[in-house]
């Protein structure tokens, strides 16, 4: 059977007096689709997100679920629930109380409420606790009670605002999996907004990168890192390397390109020759390899600094013209290297990807705000 | 779906909550705000009257008598002549003060023992005398008195006839010993007539010695005889006595005695312009002083409050919040007689009794009331400003003093504001504690609400003063708004010596007993200055001699009058403020929002008896709802002013609660409706429920806005400023005892329930 969108956005666009929060975005999300939206603080992730939900309107733009249009209904008839990041459990409630407020004001059968909280705790291991308020929880209860309020209310789209972000790191990991498990077993559709790039990597059916109110990107996780569609998305999923210059020869497996003094390979591109362009590389495909070895995309370089972290190491090089590298390799292999040590940085070139120089230039186009 | 259900719909539907939202705005700026400022408009269209009221060549006459409480009151009669030792006639007669046809209480005319006359030429002297006449329609007159207070112009006080006795064709008379200096002869009048006059043909004896205070009179028989006696004077001044009638060998006459004669005790006039100009400085540099000192003394308290700990703190906390809670006319009342010298009664046990100024008098009435207002502003700001400034200045080798003084306290200023804003509108708003305070010492100076209250009780007899009262309204509405600004832009603006440091001085100030010093005398402050006189009243009703019994039946009535105004008056501002809080917090429109909130403002510093008198006026001008029903005027009045408490509330509460709580809840499946009854009211139930104990604490103290909207309605602190000004002193302070006793026993009650609901 094939499936139909569950939510499509046409043209969505808003302003706050000079700053554009959405522009223009258009995105079609499937049926039971765990969609993250990524992108750096004040992209406009949570406007977009209060947009769908009906709590922010939008200047223009159409929305609509199941191909129904929704943007004229308020919040309550939309059949989405938006989980914000403070989780904004009622403080005044017990755990089950918050859990059957869904149910409750929708006017729903006693028994029925009851029995959704009920299910929706115990989904949550939280069925124990259902006495305690809000602020006798840890931060992972409370994440849990707030989802499993959201899932009493039985809708099928769940709008997630940074939901795993006050949580510290190994929680995170812990819930991140949770969250997955209960929306793929339950059939939801979700739209999660993080700046978090691994919980994009790792959640997401697919992956909209989101800066400026526009979506640059969308595609599955694998793609956006491999093949960014432009030097900033390079640069934000994951870190990246850039070198600035010219093309200076195309063909069918590779292309080249000239400048800051070295002459790399890259991958092929149809940029016309001469034009101008930038080559960039994400930190962990830079190898470093010890001594001047000469060679393709081969750079040599000093080590400046090092910095432990764990299974990686990350490495600063400075190569001969003052520019600094940056690299990041398995510890295994970056131990061996301190500072002040000669090396040669080697860029692989099926993994340096060629884009046209951005219009605002290189600089601007890396900034994240 | 059912029906409940479908009603949810349609209430929290767009185009409803769009007309309920403009249904309050609507409801605040014609309700609340016009009325409130309304008296403006008299300066534009009644300029003219108002001109030749106050900077004519003319004069009020404030006169003051004993209150007569004859059974068979009628009404008092206010005479006036430019000869001394006129008798009182029907072309003396300036004004009546009786019941208006019921639209007063007999009640309330026998207690207005007090007038002022206005339009006099100011080069005449004047002399007045007080008739009070009694439903047959006998009359006795009071002494005379001149607006010039010179003892050749006073006549003495009556004496009081107080029995015939018949036997044969003799009638014994027997009369109070008069005590009067220049005592020079008693005369005794009789004739058949029970109107007479006293005239020579009328003479029957004449007896030259003061304790000689009886005679035998031989009459004709078979007929009714009526007796005065009159005290002469030296000087030839002279006051008659009450009239008695007796039947000889006849049964007595019906209307056979006249009302006891009474006492003009004070009468003085001013040009009305300087009475003005006179009550509004004292209203200012009074408010202003007080904002000074309830600064320096609150500061070292606030800090004390949230800086130390020590045992005992919260009963201090609660100590300080007491004087909010209490009704002004009781405290007023309390403070007057501990600090003030009391006309007509023995200093009272503890009390200190030195001054008799105005002045002196307010300024200490007003400390004790805007005292917590500054504490409470300072200490929030105070807990808010995090200790770690100082202690990172102190570890840079700043002194104690030092680092206080160029750290926190420059971060401080909102609290200033905040403390020093409040505490001006609340000295320059008093009026309850105010006239409760001045009557008690017999003062003949007012400030700008005390004037307005006065004047406003006696314009109901005489619509004279409605020019001089609109006049004294304008400028204190301006006048205050004006200082409000000021402060505001002085405090903000001023730079204070901050970058200075005087190491050695203050390292020395910061050691030793100086700090314990300074803590020590700002709670020697606290208990002798505000403590103690606030709570004076019990002392003074435990010792004092218990006089005749009080008409405690006024009394509770005007209590229920009291607790059903305050309860009337906080459902309206809840249900109206709270809409409007929402409004203001959680409008997109901000700028329309921001106006909104200053506008809501305006009401909480306009004084309220400058208010109740604009609202009045309004009320009653209007053509198309012409209400003049006292207490709804009076429930109009008091939601004004304390619809700021409610609103801010409610918008303090939203701005610190979180939009995602709502947000949430919406789509969860929540209508608007639901949300506020299930989630926003829940969580700012605690400051709704402060602001609605502030609202009825508030309504049943007020004294100002009473009066000013209605002399005619007795609330429970207008019947103590009236029996305080009838010098009933032993009844008020029983009076404000239960009244005191009353709201903090409902400002008790209603904290448990909060902390209980919030819990």
Same mark, same amino acid.
């Given at each position: 059977m094939p499936r139909i969108p569950s939510i499509r956005l046409e043209g969505l666009s808003k302003r706050f007096d000079d700053i554009v929060a959405a522009d223009d975005i258009s995105l079609e999300v499937k049926d039971g689709e765990y969609i993250v939206i990524l992108g750096p603080t004040g992209a406009g992730k949570t406007t977009l997100l209060k947009m769908i939900a009906g709590l922010t309107p939008p200047d223009s733009g159409k929305i609509f679920v199941d191909g129904k249009r929704v943007d004229n209904l308020p919040p309550e008839d939309r059949g989405m629930v938006y989980l914000s990041q403070t989780?904004?459990?009622?403080?005044?409630?017990?755990?089950?109380? =918050?859990?059957?407020?869904?149910?409750?004001?929708?006017?729903?059968?006693?028994?029925?409420?009851?029995?959704?909280?009920?299910?929706?705790?115990?989904? +949550?291991?939280?069925?124990?606790?259902?006495?305690?308020?809000?602020?006798?929880?840890?931060?992972?209860?409370?994440?849990r009670n707030a989802l499993a309020r959201a899932l009493a209310t039985d809708v099928k789209? @769940?709008?997630?605002?940074?939901?795993?972000?006050?949580?510290?790191?190994? @929680?995170?990991?812990?819930?991140?999996?949770?969250?997955?498990?209960?929306?793929?077993?339950?059939?939801?559709?979700?739209?999660?907004?993080?700046?978090?790039?691994?919980?994009?990597?790792?959640?997401?059916?697919? +992956?909209?990168?989101?800066?400026?109110?526009?979506?640059?990107?969308?595609? #599955?996780?694998?793609?956006?890192?491999?093949?960014?569609? #432009?030097?900033?998305?390079?640069?934000?999923?994951?870190?990246? =390397?850039?070198?600035?210059?010219?093309?200076?020869?195309?063909?069918?497996?590779?292309?080249?390109?000239?400048?800051?003094?070295?002459?790399?390979?890259?991958?092929?591109? =149809? @940029?016309? #020759?001469?034009?101008?362009?930038?080559?960039?590389?994400?930190?962990?495909?830079?190898?470093?390899?010890?001594?001047v070895v000469e060679g393709q995309n081969h750079i040599p370089a000093k080590v400046v600094r090092k910095l432990f972290l764990g299974r990686l190491v990350s490495i600063v090089i400075e190569t001969d013209d003052g520019k600094m590298l940056h690299v990041k390799t398995p510890s295994s292999t970056g131990v061996g290297f301190? =500072?002040?040590?000669?090396?040669?940085?080697?860029?692989?070139?099926?993994?340096?990807?060629?884009?046209?120089?951005?219009?605002?230039?290189?600089?601007?186009?890396l900034e994240v705000e | 779906m059912n029906l409940g259900r479908r009603a949810l719909n349609f209430v929290s539907g767009r185009s409803v909550s769009k007309a309920w939202y403009a249904f309050i705005i609507l409801f605040f700026l014609l309700i609340v705000l016009l009325p409130t400022l309304y008296v403006m408009s008299y300066a534009f269209t009644g300029w003219d009257d108002i001109q030749t009221q106050v900077f004519g060549n003319k004069k009020t006459t404030n006169l003051y008598w004993e209150k007569n409480n004859d059974p068979d009151f009628a009404r008092y009669e206010v005479h006036f002549s430019t000869t001394?030792?006129?008798?009182?006639?029907?072309?003396?007669?300036?004004?009546?003060?009786?019941?208006?046809?019921?639209?007063?209480?007999?009640?309330?005319?026998?207690?207005?023992?007090?007038?002022?006359?206005?339009?006099? &030429?100011?080069?005449?002297?004047?002399?007045?005398?007080?008739?009070?006449?009694? %439903?047959?329609?006998?009359?006795?007159?009071?002494?005379?008195?001149?607006?010039?207070?010179?003892?050749?112009?006073?006549?003495?006080?009556?004496?009081?006839?107080?029995?015939?006795?018949?036997?044969?064709?003799?009638v014994t008379l027997n009369w109070t010993v008069s005590e009067d200096d220049d005592f020079s002869s008693y005369e005794v009048y009789a004739s058949n007539d029970s109107q007479f006059v006293p005239g020579s043909a009328t003479l029957v004896d004449t007896i030259a010695i003061p304790t000689n205070h009886s005679t035998a009179v031989t009459v004709a028989l078979d007929e009714v005889h009526y007796f005065r006696v009159r005290v002469v004077e030296d000087s030839g001044l002279w006051t008659d006595s009450n009239l008695e009638g007796i039947g000889v060998n006849m049964p007595d006459p019906a209307d056979g005695s006249s009302p006891a004669p009474m006492v003009l005790t004070r009468s003085f006039s001013r040009e009305v312009l300087s009475q003005v100009t006179g009550a509004l400085t004292l209203s200012f540099v009074?408010?202003?002083?007080?904002?000074?000192?309830?600064?320096?003394?609150?500061?070292?308290?606030?800090?004390?409050?949230?800086?130390?700990?020590?045992?005992?703190? %919260?009963?201090?906390?609660?100590?300080?919040?007491?004087?909010?809670?209490?009704?002004?006319?009781?405290?007023?009342?309390?403070?007057?007689?501990?600090?003030?010298?009391?006309?007509?009664?023995?200093?009272?046990?503890?009390?200190?009794?030195f001054t008799n100024s105005a002045f002196v008098l307010l300024l200490l009435l007003q400390i004790v009331f805007s005292f917590p207002y500054m504490v409470r502003s300072l200490a929030a700001i105070l807990e808010e400003i995090d200790i770690n400034y100082e202690v990172a200045a102190r570890a840079c080798g700043a002194s104690r003093l030092t680092a206080a003084r160029t750290v926190t306290l420059p971060l401080f200023r909102s609290g200033i504001v905040t403390g020093a804003i409040l505490c001006l509108a609340k000295t320059l708003s008093e009026t309850g504690g105010v006239m409760a305070a001045l009557s008690?010492?017999?003062?003949?100076?007012?400030?700008?609400?005390?004037?307005?209250?006065?004047?406003?009780?006696?314009?109901?007899?005489?619509?004279?003063?409605?020019?001089? *009262?609109?006049? /004294?309204?304008?400028?204190?509405?301006?006048?205050?708004?004006?200082?409000?600004?000021?402060?505001?832009?002085?405090?903000?603006?001023?730079?204070?010596?901050?970058?200075?440091?005087?190491?050695?001085?203050?390292?020395?100030?910061?050691?030793?007993?100086? &700090?314990?010093?300074?803590?020590?005398?700002?709670?020697?402050?606290?208990?002798?200055?505000?403590? /103690?006189?606030?709570?004076?009243?019990?002392?003074?009703v435990a010792t004092a001699e218990p006089s005749q019994t009080a008409d405690w039946g006024a009394f509770w009535s005007s209590l229920g009058l009291s607790f059903a105004i305050a309860g009337v008056v906080t459902t309206i501002v809840l249900l109206l403020g709270i809409p409007m809080g929402i409004l203001i917090a959680r409008s997109?429109?901000?700028?329309?929002?921001?106006?909104?909130?200053?506008?809501?403002?305006?009401?909480?510093?306009? &004084?309220?008896?400058?208010?109740?008198?604009? *609202?009045?006026?309004?009320?009653?001008?209007?053509?198309?709802?012409? /209400?003049?029903?006292?207490?709804?005027?009076?429930?109009?009045?008091?939601?004004?002013?304390?619809?700021?408490?409610? /609103?801010?509330?409610?918008?303090?509460?939203? $701005?610190?609660?979180?939009?995602?709580?709502?947000?949430?809840?919406?789509?969860?499946?929540?209508?608007?409706?639901?949300?506020?009854?299930?989630?926003?009211? &829940?969580?700012?139930?605690?400051?709704?429920?402060?602001?609605?104990?502030?609202?009825?604490?508030?309504? *049943?103290? $007020?004294?100002?806005?009473?009066?000013?909207?209605?002399?005619?309605?007795?609330?429970?602190?207008v019947y103590i400023v009236e029996l305080i000004r009838s010098g009933s002193f032993y009844q008020a302070g029983l009076a404000s005892i239960l009244l005191i006793m009353v709201s903090f026993i409902i400002v008790l009650v209603m904290r448990r329930l909060t902390t209980r609901g919030g819990a």
């Open positions: 989780y904004a459990l009622f403080r005044h409630m017990t755990v089950w109380d =918050n859990t059957k407020f869904g149910p409750t004001v929708k006017d729903w059968d006693e028994s029925k409420c009851d029995m959704l909280a009920r299910e929706m705790l115990n989904l +949550v291991r939280l069925y124990d606790r259902r006495t305690a308020r809000p602020d006798e929880l840890s931060g992972g209860m409370k994440q789209i @769940l709008l997630l605002d940074e939901p795993l972000r006050a949580l510290d790191a190994r @929680l995170r990991i812990e819930l991140r999996y949770e969250l997955a498990r209960l929306t793929s077993d339950l059939g939801i559709t979700a739209l999660h907004v993080t700046h978090d790039q691994e919980i994009a990597m790792t959640m997401a059916d697919r +992956v909209a990168v989101l800066r400026k109110g526009r979506i640059e990107q969308l595609g #599955r996780p694998e793609e956006i890192y491999d093949n960014p569609a #432009r030097p900033f998305i390079c640069h934000f999923v994951g870190e990246a =390397n850039f070198f600035e210059g010219t093309v200076h020869s195309v063909s069918e497996d590779h292309s080249e390109l000239e400048g800051e003094g070295h002459v790399l390979r890259a991958r092929p591109t =149809n @940029l016309p #020759r001469g034009s101008e362009a930038c080559v960039g590389i994400k930190t962990e495909n830079v190898r470093l390899l010890d001594g301190s =500072n002040g040590m000669e090396v040669t940085a080697h860029l692989e070139p099926s993994k340096c990807i060629i884009f046209p120089i951005p219009e605002k230039g290189l600089k601007e186009e | 001394s030792g006129f008798a009182p006639n029907s072309s003396t007669l300036v004004l009546t003060i009786d019941t208006k046809g019921g639209d007063v209480s007999l009640e309330k005319a026998r207690s207005s023992a007090f007038t002022m006359v206005s339009g006099i &030429p100011a080069g005449d002297r004047y002399y007045a005398r007080i008739r009070v006449v009694d %439903s047959s329609g006998l009359w006795t007159d009071s002494n005379q008195l001149s607006d010039n207070m010179d003892a050749q112009y006073t006549s003495p006080e009556p004496v009081e006839l107080l029995s015939l006795w018949v036997q044969g064709d003799i009074v408010a202003i002083i007080a904002t000074l000192i309830d600064l320096v003394v609150g500061l070292p308290i606030a800090w004390v409050l949230v800086r130390k700990e020590f045992r005992g703190k %919260s009963y201090v906390n609660t100590l300080i919040d007491m004087p909010l809670a209490i009704p002004t006319a009781a405290m007023g009342f309390s403070a007057a007689l501990f600090w003030g010298i009391t006309p007509g009664i023995d200093k009272p046990w503890g009390a200190i009794s008690t010492i017999q003062s003949r100076e007012y400030n700008a609400t005390a004037l307005i209250g006065t004047m406003k009780s006696a314009s109901l007899f005489n619509d004279a003063l409605v020019p001089a *009262l609109a006049f /004294v309204s304008i400028v204190l509405i301006v006048l205050s708004i004006i200082l409000l600004i000021i402060v505001k832009l002085i405090v903000t603006k001023v730079k204070l010596p901050m970058r200075k440091v005087w190491t050695n001085l203050e390292k020395k100030l910061s050691k030793g007993a100086f &700090p314990k010093l300074k803590d020590a005398g700002a709670f020697f402050f606290l208990t002798f200055v505000v403590l /103690v006189p606030a709570f004076f009243i019990f002392g003074f997109r429109k901000k700028k329309a929002a921001g106006v909104l909130d200053v506008l809501v403002n305006i009401p909480f510093i306009v &004084p309220t008896a400058a208010l109740g008198f604009s *609202l009045g006026l309004f009320w009653t001008t209007q053509p198309f709802l012409p /209400v003049t029903a006292d207490v709804f005027l009076i429930v109009m009045a008091h939601v004004a002013f304390t619809y700021p408490f409610v /609103v801010r509330n409610v918008v303090g509460a939203l $701005e610190s609660l979180d939009t995602t709580y709502e947000d949430t809840a919406r789509t969860l499946g929540a209508k608007p409706l639901q949300v506020f009854r299930r989630v926003m009211f &829940p969580m700012m139930k605690a400051s709704v429920l402060a602001g609605a104990i502030m609202t009825f604490t508030r309504s *049943l103290g $007020e004294t100002g806005a009473t009066l000013a909207v209605s002399p005619k309605a007795i609330t429970a602190p």
